[in-house]
């Protein structure tokens, strides 16, 4: 495969895991990467489904406290509808009792904070539905 080609695949995939297109940054190794290895190469591979791949790669950041990334994960998880609010709380609720009510804690914080964001958003967007339809 050439190395256009490993980019398109990972740039496709990293769209269809995060729910937006990947940063437009030039240059920046680290994101070139991540393109070309993390999204076109791992998650990618066959054995699981994204879905499958998201709930584990969830299930590790909680446990390791990383909130922005995870805030990250989850946000694009709900997002592309690959998990229900309802999974995500019986995600945070199983991890909390295999990795911790402390990390559980944490991604509970922001999953509440997502939601928020989320009804945010919803009620803008219903308030300039309501003034435009005026």
């Given amino acids: 495969m050439s190395e256009d080609e ?16 990947p940063p437009a940054l030039a240059g920046d190794v680290f994101l070139d990467v991540t393109l070309d290895h993390l999204f076109a190469d791992l998650w990618t591979r066959p054995g699981f489904s994204i879905r499958d791949r998201r709930i584990v ?3 590790v950041l909680i446990c390791l406290g990383h909130e922005a990334t995870l805030k990250l994960h989850l946000g694009a998880a709900l997002r592309t509808g690959q998990l229900t609010d309802a999974e995500v709380d019986e995600l945070v609720l199983h991890v909390a009792h295999y990795g911790g009510w402390p990390v559980a ?21 219903e308030a300039a539905a309501k003034t435009e339809a005026k």
Avoid at 6 to 21: I, S, T
Wanted: glycine share 10%; charged share 25%.
């Fill in 57 to 59: 790669t969830l299930t």
């Fill in 105 to 125: 804690a944490v991604a509970s914080g922001v999953v509440r904070q997502l939601r928020a964001e989320r009804q945010a958003g919803s009620a803008k967007t």
């Fill in 6 to 21: 490993q980019r398109a695949r990972g740039v496709k995939a990293f769209e269809q895991v995060m729910g937006f297109k």
